[in-house]
């Protein structure tokens, strides 16, 4: 498995910003260095908004040496096209990208985004109130976030696809070329979605880049931030995509009812509403939009404009719900044909048990709650873990002692130290 960040341990001093603001600790620091469990990251993101050092990095793609090729077909998260004030709409952002020797299949997302949002509104129909509400699958961060901390919610995801795999499948089938594709990615979930999907066995996407990197690239060539906004379609749904509400908004237009949604946005959002799901508090609920980031996908940390602004630009462009009557039969068309599809069903991740024979792992597990108990309940990482559970767990799997605990530490120095004074005023039994 690889994740959508990479340490650069020549940056990294050890601080522990970063190992507490995982949401399932799945970062730790072994000398005065920080090693991701690749297995636990979500790719939220949240630990290299933490380093100050910027010792975490997203691990992208080299954009000079894609952009350099004879050919470089890209597609873009829509949070790239509301990046810089002036070409805030997507055809004059192509057209830059055109002029830089790029290809933006931009034609084919709205398409996908269409297809998608109509496929989730059958898929919500359909569905009976016992199996409502269902969970987006647009944010890879928060389908890997339920698959390890909320295994009992997987079954409520949408079988549906990405629609930025989709709108590379619908560009393969209508031109049936086999070109290599680029995504324009926001965060690391994203281009996580390139190096190791989920709900399918290989991404259709074969690079990613962040959105910063092409920002920065084309701003150098020459792209005026200051020129007034050309008017833009107001057929371009797929836009709000990439802020909070966009999705379900989008859906809730191809629904034959009128339904209830929940949208949310920012990582401790996510994990209330998921605990509140959890907890079977959400009844009367039909979807629900979850995003990692604040604000939506235009809050990643792989964007170059500010979330803020980004926000008033996209909030106050108008939007059509409504499609023509050829959009609406081409939507049906491809829905039909289901290329939507997950290929394979979302599954929970398993933990590594502390014990492969069940017997030895609840002896295992009995040991981790008497170290924990014995631990000062601070979480305060400066033994290099995120809390103390996850050192006791550290423990009891061999990687680790209690004494890694600066207070345990200390608290045994004293105990030593206390020994050696009463040796130190006994008297050999000769002298006495």
């Not at 050890?14 to 995982?22: D, L, P, T």
């Not at 873990?385 to 608290?411: Q, W």
Request: charged content about 30%.
């Amino acid at each position: 498995m690889t994740t959508g960040i990479k340490v650069q341990l020549s940056s990294c001093r050890g601080c522990s910003r970063c190992i507490r603001a995982c949401p399932t600790e799945a970062m730790r620091v072994f000398d005065k260095k920080v090693k991701v469990i690749e297995d636990l990251c979500v790719d939220c993101g949240e630990c290299l908004r933490k380093c100050e050092d910027r010792a975490i990095v997203l691990n992208e793609d080299n954009w000079r040496l894609l952009a350099s090729q004879e050919r470089t077909v890209v597609v873009a998260d829509p949070a790239f096209y509301a990046q810089t004030r002036g070409y805030s709409c997507p055809e004059e952002l192509r057209k830059r990208l055109e002029e830089a020797g790029l290809e933006d299949i931009t034609p084919w997302t709205g398409l996908a985004f269409d297809v998608t949002a109509y496929a989730i509104a059958k898929e919500v129909d359909r569905r009976g109130p016992e199996s409502l509400p269902l969970i987006s699958t647009y944010c890879p961060a928060v389908i890997r976030l339920i698959q390890i901390n909320y295994p009992e919610l997987v079954g409520r995801f949408v079988p549906i696809e990405s629609p930025l795999e989709t709108a590379v499948s619908l560009w393969r089938e209508d031109t049936g070329r086999t070109d290599d594709v680029t995504l324009i990615a926001p965060c690391p979930a994203k281009i996580a979605l390139v190096r190791c999907p989920e709900g399918r066995g290989e991404s259709s996407i074969r690079y990613a880049v962040s959105v910063q990197k092409v920002v920065r690239d084309l701003l150098a060539g020459g792209v005026d931030v200051d020129s007034p906004v050309p008017p833009c379609s107001k057929e371009l749904r797929y836009l709000q995509w990439s802020l909070r509400g966009g999705e379900a908004k989008h859906v809730a237009s191809f629904c034959e009812r009128p339904i209830k949604t929940i949208s949310v946005a920012g990582l401790r959002n996510t994990v209330d509403l998921l605990r509140e799901l959890e907890l079977g508090r959400l009844e009367g609920v039909d979807y629900i939009e979850c995003r990692a980031c604040d604000l939506g996908c235009i809050g990643g940390v792989g964007n170059l404009e500010s979330r803020f602004l980004t926000h008033l630009r996209l909030d106050h462009s108008e939007v059509s719900w409504e499609m023509d009557p050829e959009t609406e039969s081409e939507v049906i068309r491809r829905y039909d044909q289901g290329i939507f599809k997950l290929p394979i069903p979302i599954k929970a991740r398993q933990r590594i048990p502390l014990d492969k024979d069940l017997k030895q792992a609840m002896i295992r597990l009995r040991e981790m709650n008497q170290i924990y108990a014995d631990l000062p309940h601070l979480d305060c990482g400066s033994c290099g873990r995120p809390s103390c559970r996850a050192l006791a767990e550290d423990v009891v799997r061999g990687n680790g002692d209690p004494s890694d605990c600066i207070f345990k530490l200390r608290e045994r120095i004293y105990e030593l130290a206390q020994e050696m004074a009463e040796l130190s005023s006994r008297s050999p039994h000769v002298l006495k």
